[in-house]
Nanobody, 123 residues
Framework: QVQLVESGGGLVQAGGSLTLSCAASGRTFSPNAMGWFRQAAGKPREFVAGIRWSGTSTLYADSVKGRFTISRDNAQNTLYLQMNSLKPEDTAVYYC????????????????WGQGTQVTVSS
């Protein structure tokens, strides 16, 4: 069984930065890709960023392009999301996901999900 545990969320002022981490465990953990999604209150879950585990490809939502950076540490089975220039509209619960999606932004293609970590950006 694969487990994903997010950390690093919190409260930050607009313009600030946060780094989210997602630690993966499980004997059979060998995803093709991992991604970050977020869900704001009253809104559907949306794609934030994705990365092929080989590191050969990344994808970002237009709303975060140039401000967020996704990366992974294969040896530690850890996924990161560096978030800079945060805006109040970035406030959401952030989830990491792992699986073998053909399209990185397609949530339904990810098999494993973490519990989420809250990010709140104050204005």
């Amino acid at each position: 069984q694969v487990q994903l545990v997010e950390s690093g969320g919190g409260l930050v002022q607009a313009g600030g930065s946060l780094t989210l981490s997602c630690a993966a465990s499980g004997r059979t953990f060998s995803p093709n890709a991992m991604g970050w999604f977020r869900q704001a209150a009253g809104k559907p879950r949306e794609f934030v960023a994705g990365i092929r585990w080989s590191g050969t490809s990344t994808l970002y939502a237009d709303s975060v392009k140039g401000r967020f950076t996704i990366s992974r540490d294969n040896a530690q089975n850890t996924l990161y999301l560096q978030m800079n220039s945060l805006k109040p509209e970035d406030t959401a619960v952030y989830y990491c996901a792992a699986g073998s999606p053909f399209i990185l932004s397609r949530a339904t293609a990810y098999q494993y999900w973490g519990q989420g970590t809250q990010v709140t950006v104050s204005s």
